[in-house]
Protein backbone atom coordinates (compact mmCIF):
# COMPACT_ATOMS: atom_id res chain seq x y z
CA UNK A 1 0.00 0.00 0.00
CA UNK A 2 1.52 3.72 -0.64
CA UNK A 3 2.54 5.41 2.18
CA UNK A 4 1.66 8.54 3.99
CA UNK A 5 3.21 11.68 4.48
CA UNK A 6 3.78 12.39 8.16
CA UNK A 7 1.34 14.47 9.19
CA UNK A 8 2.35 18.56 9.98
CA UNK A 9 3.30 19.04 13.70
CA UNK A 10 0.20 21.04 15.59
CA UNK A 11 2.03 21.67 19.08
CA UNK A 12 5.35 21.38 20.47
CA UNK A 13 6.28 18.69 22.32
CA UNK A 14 9.90 17.56 24.62
CA UNK A 15 10.54 13.87 25.79
CA UNK A 16 13.83 13.72 28.31
CA UNK A 17 15.25 9.99 28.31
CA UNK A 18 17.22 9.62 31.13
CA UNK A 19 20.06 7.99 30.75
CA UNK A 20 24.06 7.46 32.07
CA UNK A 21 26.27 9.14 29.96
CA UNK A 22 28.23 12.27 30.64
CA UNK A 23 26.39 13.74 28.12
CA UNK A 24 22.93 14.82 26.93
CA UNK A 25 22.19 14.13 23.32
CA UNK A 26 19.97 16.41 22.12
CA UNK A 27 17.59 16.43 18.81
CA UNK A 28 15.12 18.86 18.02
CA UNK A 29 13.01 18.41 14.49
CA UNK A 30 10.15 18.32 12.57
CA UNK A 31 8.77 16.91 9.15
CA UNK A 32 10.53 18.89 6.23
CA UNK A 33 10.12 18.72 2.51
CA UNK A 34 9.75 15.70 -0.54
CA UNK A 35 13.63 16.05 -2.26
CA UNK A 36 11.32 17.29 -5.64
CA UNK A 37 9.87 20.35 -3.57
CA UNK A 38 10.74 23.38 -5.77
CA UNK A 39 12.54 25.00 -3.19
CA UNK A 40 15.16 22.37 -2.34
CA UNK A 41 17.70 24.69 -3.34
CA UNK A 42 16.57 27.32 -0.98
CA UNK A 43 16.53 25.30 1.94
CA UNK A 44 20.10 23.48 1.16
CA UNK A 45 21.29 27.41 0.88
CA UNK A 46 19.03 27.87 4.10
CA UNK A 47 19.95 25.22 5.97
CA UNK A 48 24.16 26.08 4.77
CA UNK A 49 23.69 28.90 6.72
CA UNK A 50 21.66 27.63 9.54
CA UNK A 51 23.49 24.86 10.62
CA UNK A 52 24.95 22.35 7.67
CA UNK A 53 27.88 24.67 7.11
CA UNK A 54 29.96 23.64 9.85
CA UNK A 55 31.91 26.37 11.96
CA UNK A 56 30.74 28.97 9.71
CA UNK A 57 26.76 28.57 10.91
CA UNK A 58 24.35 30.55 13.08
CA UNK A 59 23.88 27.49 15.73
CA UNK A 60 27.65 26.89 15.80
CA UNK A 61 28.29 30.68 16.50
CA UNK A 62 25.68 30.81 19.03
CA UNK A 63 26.04 27.42 20.87
CA UNK A 64 29.48 27.02 20.29
CA UNK A 65 31.61 29.73 20.06
CA UNK A 66 29.41 32.40 22.05
CA UNK A 67 28.55 30.20 24.92
CA UNK A 68 30.70 27.13 24.60
CA UNK A 69 27.33 25.00 24.77
CA UNK A 70 28.54 22.26 22.63
CA UNK A 71 31.56 21.05 20.58
CA UNK A 72 29.47 20.53 17.69
CA UNK A 73 26.02 21.45 16.00
CA UNK A 74 24.68 20.89 13.36
CA UNK A 75 20.91 21.10 10.92
CA UNK A 76 19.78 19.34 8.01
CA UNK A 77 17.03 18.54 5.93
CA UNK A 78 16.80 14.81 4.69
CA UNK A 79 14.06 14.87 1.73
CA UNK A 80 13.20 11.88 -0.26
CA UNK A 81 10.13 10.74 -1.86
CA UNK A 82 8.19 11.61 0.96
CA UNK A 83 9.07 14.52 3.32
CA UNK A 84 11.84 13.38 5.34
CA UNK A 85 12.96 15.18 8.80
CA UNK A 86 14.59 18.85 9.41
CA UNK A 87 16.68 18.06 12.25
CA UNK A 88 19.18 20.05 14.96
CA UNK A 89 21.23 18.04 16.72
CA UNK A 90 23.98 18.61 19.24
CA UNK A 91 25.71 17.33 22.32
CA UNK A 92 26.04 18.57 25.65
CA UNK A 93 27.26 18.41 29.54
CA UNK A 94 23.42 17.51 30.85
CA UNK A 95 23.74 20.48 33.21
CA UNK A 96 23.22 22.54 29.64
CA UNK A 97 21.32 20.69 27.78
CA UNK A 98 18.36 23.27 28.34
CA UNK A 99 20.22 25.98 28.04
CA UNK A 100 21.45 24.95 24.92
CA UNK A 101 18.22 23.65 23.87
CA UNK A 102 16.71 27.31 24.24
CA UNK A 103 19.72 29.22 22.43
CA UNK A 104 19.43 26.75 19.31
CA UNK A 105 15.31 27.15 19.47
CA UNK A 106 15.66 30.92 19.21
CA UNK A 107 18.63 30.97 16.60
CA UNK A 108 15.88 28.41 15.10
CA UNK A 109 13.15 31.07 15.43
CA UNK A 110 15.09 34.51 14.40
CA UNK A 111 16.57 32.85 10.93
CA UNK A 112 13.06 31.56 10.03
CA UNK A 113 11.97 34.86 10.80
CA UNK A 114 15.01 37.16 9.51
CA UNK A 115 16.61 34.77 7.34
CA UNK A 116 19.86 35.50 6.44
CA UNK A 117 21.83 38.50 5.54
CA UNK A 118 23.60 39.05 2.12
CA UNK A 119 26.88 38.45 3.59
CA UNK A 120 26.17 35.05 4.57
CA UNK A 121 23.86 34.26 1.54
CA UNK A 122 27.39 35.36 -0.54
CA UNK A 123 29.46 33.39 1.66
CA UNK A 124 26.63 30.47 1.35
CA UNK A 125 26.32 30.39 -2.26
CA UNK A 126 30.24 30.84 -2.61
CA UNK A 127 31.19 27.60 -0.57
CA UNK A 128 28.16 25.42 -2.19
CA UNK A 129 29.03 26.43 -5.72
CA UNK A 130 33.03 26.25 -5.17
CA UNK A 131 32.38 22.80 -3.55
CA UNK A 132 29.87 22.16 -6.48
CA UNK A 133 32.51 19.94 -8.36
CA UNK A 134 33.77 17.58 -5.23
CA UNK A 135 29.90 16.59 -5.99
CA UNK A 136 30.39 15.10 -8.91
CA UNK A 137 34.33 13.97 -9.45
CA UNK A 138 34.40 10.73 -9.68
CA UNK A 139 32.07 7.67 -11.07
CA UNK A 140 30.49 7.10 -8.11
CA UNK A 141 29.27 10.25 -7.16
CA UNK A 142 28.08 10.88 -10.80
CA UNK A 143 25.78 7.65 -10.31
CA UNK A 144 24.20 8.74 -7.47
CA UNK A 145 23.27 12.22 -8.90
CA UNK A 146 21.97 10.12 -11.98
CA UNK A 147 20.08 7.78 -9.92
CA UNK A 148 18.72 11.05 -7.77
CA UNK A 149 17.74 12.76 -10.85
CA UNK A 150 15.71 9.56 -11.78
CA UNK A 151 14.54 8.64 -8.19
CA UNK A 152 13.28 11.99 -7.57
CA UNK A 153 12.39 13.00 -10.93
CA UNK A 154 14.19 15.90 -11.58
CA UNK A 155 14.85 17.43 -14.62
CA UNK A 156 17.44 15.78 -17.01
CA UNK A 157 19.80 19.21 -16.66
CA UNK A 158 19.52 19.33 -13.10
CA UNK A 159 23.28 19.30 -12.70
CA UNK A 160 24.38 21.68 -15.46
CA UNK A 161 21.81 24.75 -13.85
CA UNK A 162 22.51 23.59 -10.31
CA UNK A 163 25.28 26.69 -10.08
CA UNK A 164 23.23 28.59 -11.87
CA UNK A 165 19.92 28.31 -10.13
CA UNK A 166 21.74 28.57 -6.56
CA UNK A 167 24.05 31.70 -7.65
CA UNK A 168 20.52 33.49 -8.38
CA UNK A 169 18.60 33.13 -5.25
CA UNK A 170 17.93 36.19 -3.12
CA UNK A 171 17.63 36.64 0.76
CA UNK A 172 14.07 37.04 -0.27
CA UNK A 173 14.11 33.61 -1.63
CA UNK A 174 15.81 31.57 1.29
CA UNK A 175 13.76 33.06 3.96
CA UNK A 176 10.22 32.74 2.45
CA UNK A 177 11.59 29.15 1.73
CA UNK A 178 12.55 28.79 5.15
CA UNK A 179 9.41 29.94 6.97
CA UNK A 180 6.99 28.29 4.89
CA UNK A 181 8.97 24.50 5.71
CA UNK A 182 9.94 25.17 9.32
CA UNK A 183 8.05 25.86 12.60
CA UNK A 184 10.23 26.86 15.38
CA UNK A 185 7.01 26.99 17.68
CA UNK A 186 5.70 23.52 17.06
CA UNK A 187 9.18 20.71 16.84
CA UNK A 188 9.67 18.60 18.78
CA UNK A 189 12.82 18.10 21.15
CA UNK A 190 14.48 14.74 22.81
CA UNK A 191 17.08 14.61 25.03
CA UNK A 192 18.74 11.58 25.76
CA UNK A 193 20.41 11.81 28.84
CA UNK A 194 21.36 13.63 31.92
CA UNK A 195 22.56 11.08 34.55
CA UNK A 196 25.76 10.82 35.27
CA UNK A 197 27.30 7.21 34.20
Known amino acids: PPVGEVAALTAPAEKAIPFASAQAHVLIGQPGFQRRDPDFLALLVGNHILGGGGFVSRLTHEVREKRGLSYSVYSYFAPGLHAGAFTVGLQTRPDQAAQAVQVS ?41 VANIAWNDLPLDYLDQWAKKVEALTVADVRTAMAQKLQPDRMVTVVVGGKQP
Open 105 to 145: RDVIARFVAEGPTEAELRAAKDNLIGGFALRIDSNKKLLGN
